[in-house]
């Protein structure tokens, strides 16, 4: 049946017990600081991405607060530009307006004296006017 060898089940223990010891220096504990240094590092990294993810939170936040002061500073500067415009269209606008006012005192004037040197001329045509049409009223 079965015959069991002393010899032969000592000499397998023994390289059972040998490779044991083999593999023990030789794979698993390098595989098992392989695998703790791996864990390490993926910690360590991960506790840098959390880092860097509450540093770039704090940059944008800064960033929007940098663009929203900037965007009010350019409306404010929009603001005076077209305050300093609307000055000086209407001074302009003045400025043209008076021009305008003088330049039609002026026109009133030279058209006032134009009408009397008309009336005069007419007034003295008058005679003239009379004995033409006295002529023309006897050829009738």
Known sequence: MLDL???L???VLVLFLTLLVLLNTMLYRPLLKFMDDRERSIAKDLEIAKRLMTNS???NTEAEEIINKAKKEAATI???AIEEEKRLAASKIESKLSELKLSYKIFLE???S???TLKNALLSQIPLFKESLKAKFNKL
């Open 9 to 11: 089940m000592l000499f």
């Open 114 to 116: 134009e009408i009397k």
């Open 78 to 80: 929009k603001q005076k």
């Open 5 to 7: 060898h002393l010899p």
């Open 110 to 112: 030279e058209l006032a």
């Open 57 to 59: 939170e704090q940059l």
